[in-house]
C-alpha cells in the first residue's frame, strides 16, 4: 500500500506508524466531508421540512444557523484538543457523535427538537473535522503534504455542492417514506464506515508538549462569533428585535478584547487559543483573508440558489440539486488540475480562478434574466460549469496555502483557525446574501432579487482577485 511521508513533530519520539497510508488518507477525507456536507445538504430540504414540521420560517432558518454557530463556535477548541488528547482519539469521538446527532436529527419529532439536534450535530462537527486537516499536517511531509492538503481542499468544496446534490436525491427518493430525514440518517452508516476504517488505518498524533485550554480565549471567541452570527442569520426572520442590534453592537467590544487575550497571553508565555504569532505568518494571514470574501460568497451563492429554483422556478428537490451537478463536476476537475497549475503558475492560479468564477456568475445572472422563468436544468449548465471550474482552482489552493507553514506542534491549532474561518464565512454568505435575496425577492420577485445577488457576489470574488496578489507568490 502506498505511503506517505510521517513527519515527527519536534521534541516528540517517532511515532510507530511509519506514515498515512492511501486508505487512511481517504478515510479522513471521508470524516472531513461529513460536516461539510451536512452544512449544505439542509438546503434543498428546508420547503419540505417546513411542510412537514409546520417549521415557519424563523424556525428553519435555526435549522441552518444552529449547526452553523455551533460549528464555527468550537472549531479552535476541537483542535486544541486534539493536540491535547490525540487526534485520531478524538476524530473517532467526533465521529461517533456525529452519528448519534445525526439520529438525534432524524427522528425529530417537531421542529424544535430539530433545531437542538443541530446544534448538537455542529458541535460534534466541530470536534471532527480540525482532526482529519491536524493528521495529514502532522502524518505527512514534503510534497506528499502538499497533494494531500490539495485533496483536502478539493474534498472541502466538492462536498458543499455534493451535499445539495445529495439532499435533492434522498429527498426526491422517498426511502421508506422518511422524506427530508433521510438526509441525516444517511450520516449514520458513512459514519459508522469512517470509525472502523480508522481504527484500522489512521495513526496516533499529538502534540509533543500539549498547552492547556485557553479558558478567558475560548470563551471571548464563542461570544464574538455567537453575537455576531446569530443575529445575521436570525434577525430578519425574528423582525430585527433589540437582542439582535445589542449583540452586534456588542460583537466589535468581544473581538477586540479576544485580541487583548490572545496577544497578551502570548507575551507572557501562555498558552492563546489562537497564537498571534500563527497569524502573523505571511501564509497563514494572507490564506485566511482570502478565504473570509471566497467562502461568504459561495456559502450565499448555495443558500440563495437553493431557495430561488425550488420557490422561483418550483423545481423539485431532485432537479435542484441535479441543476448543480455541473458546478460540482467542474469543480472536481479543475481541482485535479490545481496541483500542476500551481507548480507551473504559483498564486496566479488563484487570480485566474477567481476570474473564470466571476465569468461564472455573469452567465448565470444573464441566464436567469433573460431565461426566466422558462429555465430548466439543462439551460443553466453552462453558468455553473464557468463557476465551478473557476471555485476548483481557488479553495483547495488557498487551503493548501494557509496550512503550508504552520508548524506541525500547532497542527491542530492551525487546522481550527482555518476551518473557523471557513466556516464563519459561509454561515455570514448566508446571512447577508440569503437576508438581501429573502429581503429584495418580496417586493422586487424571486428573479430580480437573485439577479441582484448574484451581482453583489462579484463583490466578493472582486476582494478575492486583489487579495490573491497579496499570497506567497510559490506555493509549497
Not at 495529514?136 to 483536502?152: M, V
Not at 479558558?215 to 433589540?242: I, K, M, N, Q
Not at 483573508?289 to 456559502?299: D, H, N, Q, R
Not at 446571512?431 to 428573479?447: M, Q
Request: charge should be positive; charged fraction near 10%; glycine fraction near 12%.
Amino acid at each position: 500500500m502506498t505511503r506517505i511521508d510521517l513527519r515527527t513533530p519536534e521534541g516528540a519520539t517517532p511515532a510507530p506508524n511509519p506514515g498515512l497510508s492511501t486508505l487512511g488518507l481517504l478515510t479522513v477525507l471521508l470524516g472531513a466531508a461529513l460536516p461539510m456536507v451536512d452544512f449544505f445538504i439542509v438546503n434543498v430540504a428546508l420547503p419540505t421540512i417546513d411542510r412537514d414540521l409546520d417549521a415557519g420560517s424563523a424556525v428553519l432558518e435555526m435549522v441552518v444557523s444552529g449547526y452553523g454557530v455551533a460549528y464555527a463556535v468550537l472549531l479552535v477548541l476541537g483542535g486544541r484538543l486534539g493536540d491535547m488528547f490525540g487526534r485520531r482519539n478524538l476524530f473517532l469521538w467526533g465521529l461517533a457523535l456525529f452519528a448519534l446527532t445525526s439520529l438525534a436529527c432524524g427522528v425529530a419529532p417537531d421542529a424544535w427538537s430539530l433545531v437542538g439536534a443541530r446544534v448538537a450535530q455542529g458541535a460534534a462537527a466541530a470536534l471532527l473535522l480540525p482532526q482529519a486537516l491536524a493528521t495529514i499536517q502532522s502524518a505527512t511531509s514534503g510534497s506528499s503534504r502538499g497533494k494531500a492538503l490539495s485533496y483536502y481542499g478539493a474534498t472541502a468544496g466538492i462536498a458543499s455542492v455534493v451535499g445539495q446534490v445529495l439532499g435533492g436525491v434522498l429527498v426526491s427518493a422517498d426511502i421508506a417514506g422518511s422524506g427530508w430525514r433521510a438526509i441525516f440518517l444517511v450520516n449514520v452508516p458513512v459514519a459508522a464506515v469512517a470509525f472502523f476504517l480508522t481504527l484500522r488505518s489512521v495513526p496516533e498524533t499529538r502534540s509533543a508538549n500539549p498547552a492547556r485550554i485557553d479558558r478567558a480565549g475560548t470563551v471571548l471567541l464563542a461570544v464574538t462569533l455567537v453575537a455576531l452570527l446569530l443575529p445575521l442569520t436570525e434577525g430578519r426572520a425574528a423582525g430585527w428585535p433589540a437582542w439582535a442590534w445589542a449583540l452586534l453592537a456588542l460583537s466589535p467590544f468581544t473581538a477586540a478584547a479576544f485580541v487583548t487575550v490572545e496577544v497578551r497571553g502570548e507575551r507572557r508565555g501562555g498558552n492563546p487559543l489562537l497564537p498571534p504569532s500563527l497569524v502573523r505568518v505571511h501564509s497563514v494571514r494572507s490564506g485566511l483573508m482570502l478565504i473570509v470574501p471566497f467562502c461568504l460568497g459561495f456559502g450565499g451563492f448555495m443558500f440563495v440558489l437553493a431557495v430561488a429554483m425550488q420557490d422561483g422556478l418550483h423545481f423539485s428537490a431532485l432537479e435542484a440539486g441535479a441543476a448543480l451537478a455541473p458546478l460540482c463536476a467542474a469543480f472536481f476537475a479543475s481541482s485535479l488540475l490545481g496541483p500542476r497549475a500551481v507548480a507551473k503558475w504559483g498564486r496566479g492560479t488563484v487570480t485566474a480562478g477567481s476570474l473564470v468564477q466571476g465569468a461564472g456568475l455573469l452567465v448565470l445572472a444573464g441566464t436567469f434574466f433573460w431565461g426566466w422563468p422558462h429555465l430548466g436544468v439543462w439551460a443553466l449548465a453552462p453558468g455553473m460549469a464557468v463557476a465551478g471550474f473557476g471555485q476548483g482552482f481557488v479553495l483547495p489552493v488557498v487551503i493548501r496555502i494557509v496550512l503550508s507553514e504552520v508548524p506541525t506542534a500547532q497542527a491542530g491549532v492551525g487546522s481550527g483557525a482555518m476551518a473557523t474561518t471557513q466556516q464563519s464565512a459561509l454561515a455570514l454568505g448566508v446571512a447577508t446574501l440569503g437576508t438581501l435575496f429573502l429581503s429584495l425577492s418580496s417586493s422586487i420577485g424571486v428573479r430580480d432579487a437573485l439577479v441582484w445577488a448574484l451581482l453583489a457576489q462579484l463583490a466578493a470574488v472582486a476582494a478575492t482577485v486583489a487579495l490573491s496578489l497579496l499570497l506567497p507568490r510559490k506555493v509549497v
